[in-house]
């Protein structure tokens, strides 16, 4: 059965930083892109980033490029997303996606989904 698990959200300050992690399990890490996406108070799920199975292409929404950067560690079947300059707007609980694809829809049709992390960037 496969699981996604996000760690790693909370409570910060603007401009602090924070790093999400995403552990796999039930499935072939290796042969997935993963990704993350966010979803606000009131807002629709938004992509953030993503990364491709082999690890070699990356992919940022405009508001996480520069910012935000995905990683992702084949050994421990988990990605990450290290999160910089975070804003109030950053605010959302987080989610892990994972797509049998070259790189996440980032429509939303992917795979697997974690049940989702929260974010939440104080004043």
């Known amino acids: 059965q496969a699981q996604l698990v996000e760690s790693g959200g909370g409570l910060v300050q603007t401009g602090e930083s924070l790093k999400l992690s995403c552990t796999a399990s039930?499935?072939?890490?290796?042969?997935?892109?993963l990704g993350w996406f966010r979803q606000a108070p009131g807002k629709k799920r938004e992509f953030v980033a993503g990364?491709?199975?082999?690890?070699?292409?990356?992919d940022y929404s405009d508001f996480g490029e520069g910012r935000f950067t995905i990683s992702r560690d084949s050994v421990k079947n988990t990605i990450y997303l290290q999160m910089n300059s975070l804003k109030p707007e950053d605010t959302a609980v987080y989610y892990c996606?994972?797509?049998?694809?070259?790189?996440?829809?980032?429509?939303?049709?992917?795979?697997?989904w974690g049940q989702g992390i929260q974010v939440t960037v104080s004043s």
């Open positions: 039930g499935f072939t890490f290796s042969g997935y892109a």
């Open positions: 996606t994972a797509a049998y694809a070259s790189r996440v829809n980032r429509e939303g049709e992917n795979d697997y």
């Open positions: 990364i491709s199975a082999t690890g070699r292409s990356t």
